[in-house]
């Protein structure tokens, strides 16, 4: 097992007030890093815990409304990205169970995210 490259896009958006969708928050996210297959193994190496580390970009907007009219701020910040993961890998084909955390380093103060995904693809 070796070192992987790991891509990852994603994008959430919140409504701000319930039952509305004029006010609203939104993100997303693009990051780029590695996956490190730890030294733990079972069912013969198909089976293994991963580290996951990536860095990238979001593109949050949050639009709301007041007597003024509706306003939309938006911003690029840097997200940081770290997870660890099951992996089970029979042949040509991974899935993943996962969790992570991603922080977000916005000017005011950083937003931090706890993850829980379910992942799959296909190895080259």
């Not at 730890?38 to 991963?50: E, M, T």
């Not at 007597?67 to 701020?73: D, F, L, P």
């Amino acid at each position: 097992r070796n070192l992987e490259i790991d891509g990852v896009a994603g994008y959430s958006r919140f409504a701000l007030v319930s039952g509305l969708d004029d006010e609203y928050y939104s993100i997303m996210d693009m990051t780029l890093g590695l996956n490190c297959p730890l030294f733990l193994s079972f069912l013969n190496g198909r089976l293994f815990p991963l580290l996951t580390i990536n860095s990238g970009i979001a593109y949050s907007t949050i639009k709301i409304s007041n007597y003024t009219g509706s306003h939309a701020y938006s911003s690029f910040d840097q997200v940081l990205y770290s997870g660890l993961s099951l992996r089970y890998k029979p042949e040509s084909f991974f899935i993943d169970l996962s969790c992570g955390w991603q922080r977000i380093f916005y000017v005011s103060k950083p937003m931090d995210d706890v993850k829980f995904s379910l992942r799959a693809g296909i190895v080259f």
